[in-house]
Each structure stands twice: as C-alpha cells, then as structure tokens.
C-alpha cells in the first residue's frame, strides 16, 4: 500500500494540537475552497513544486516520524494528518497508525466531505478529530467550496454516536465575502446544542485583493462588515 503525500513538515508547534507534531499532508481534496491555502492538492502531474511525488509505504513513512519521537513523548504531541482531505487516504493511514506507538498523539485534519467508507477505518485510530466546518448553513457552504455540505453533516451525527465529545476540534471560519458574523454565530451555536462541543472561530484573511461581499449576503438593513 502506498500513501501520495505532498509534504511532510516535522517540528510544529502550536498549530496542530497539544505539543510537538508532525504533519503528513497528503494529495486530492473534493472541495475548490476560493481562498485555499494547500491548493497544489489539486496537481494532477507528477511533481509538486519541482519535486517528484513523494510515494511512502507505511513503514517508510513511520521511520520519518520516529525521528521526532522523543518530542512527542515529551510534549503531548504526535503526528497530524492533513491535506488535501487525507481521509481520502483513510486505508494508508489505518496501517501507518497500526504501526505507530501507542503513546503518540494521532490527529486528523479533515473538511469531513467524504463517503462514510472512508470514515469508518479511522474511527478507532484517531485521538483528536480537527474538523473544518466552514459554515454549517448549506448554502454558503457551497457557495464557498463548490460542493454542498450533506456528507459533512451525515458524518457529524455518526461520529457523534461513535466518539466521545472530546475527541472533536471544531473549527468554524469567518470567510470574508462568504459568511457574515451572525452566519458564524449560528453555526457555533449549532456546534454547541449538538455535538457539546465549544468550536474554535478564527477568521480568515484576504491578503491579496480587496473582498466584495456578492449582493445575496446584504438586506435592506445591513451594516457594513468587510474582511481585511
């Protein structure tokens, strides 16, 4: 078996988690996020930056994160899975985590908008389940990532019958141009009655250009509300 991963980044901090971690992203993703920050997931060639594809076996994969073990053990930390969608690659990741120590945190990064059979292999694997919900209303979900947000809700509710409630990391987004404050509100609230959980909300930054809000987000009482 072997995993298509874009890129293997060792020593994080703060970004994935308690502790030190490793992150394995991996290639393909179902989602065209407009402001997508992995977008050579997409890359249908062979090379991602120059550099040919690297193709591991789990074995090989788990001697590069052994490297950093003694980091893990010492901080909480571990090894992260991310993209792309890495439960694209549920199969691969099953057989590096059968590999991995016990003590070694496993998380996964993941938008969630995935057939069920994807989920399943990792349900008992994964330690922290770090979900980008976007947006929770289906519309803006689609407007936002061109597909719509069924799967994502499907799988929420049967993760929530298979996971206890600390196991989950909800991240929700203040998309500019996307959703408004009220939007994020509702989808945090909507976190809270359902799944327990106290999502993590953050928003993003347009770096490049200046964000115009499309006329669907504004009503006759608006206040102005730009992203930066």
Not at 180 to 205: N, R, T
Request: glycine residues 6%; proline residues 5%.
């Amino acid at each position: 078996m072997i995993g298509d991963i874009m890129s293997v980044s060792r020593l994080r901090m703060a970004t994935d988690g308690q502790g030190v971690s490793t992150l394995v992203a991996f290639f393909d993703c179902p989602l065209k996020c407009k402001y997508c920050i992995n977008n050579s997931c997409h890359d249908t060639d062979n090379v991602f930056s120059g550099t040919p594809r690297a193709a591991y076996k789990p074995e090989e994969l788990l001697e590069v994160l052994k490297k950093d073990e003694i980091y893990y053990l010492m901080t909480g930390g571990g090894v992260v899975f991310g993209g792309g969608e890495p439960l694209l690659q549920s199969a691969f990741i099953h057989e590096v985590c059968k590999l991995m120590d016990l003590r070694w945190a496993k998380r996964i990064e993941t938008s969630l908008n995935v057939p069920w059979r994807y989920v399943e292999p990792l349900v008992e694997d994964i330690d922290e389940w770090i979900i980008d919900i976007k947006d929770m209303d289906g519309f803006i979900y689609e407007i936002y990532t061109g597909v719509n947000n069924e799967k994502v809700m499907q799988n929420l509710f049967r993760l929530k019958d298979s996971i206890p409630a600390e196991r989950f990391h909800i991240r929700i987004p203040h998309i500019p141009g996307y959703n408004k404050k009220e939007d994020v509100e509702k989808s945090i609230e909507w976190i809270k009655d359902v799944l327990g959980v106290e999502p993590e909300v953050f928003d993003y930054y347009a770096l490049s250009h200046t964000v115009k809000e499309p006329d669907w987000m504004h009503d006759d009482d608006d206040e102005e509300d730009e992203g930066e």
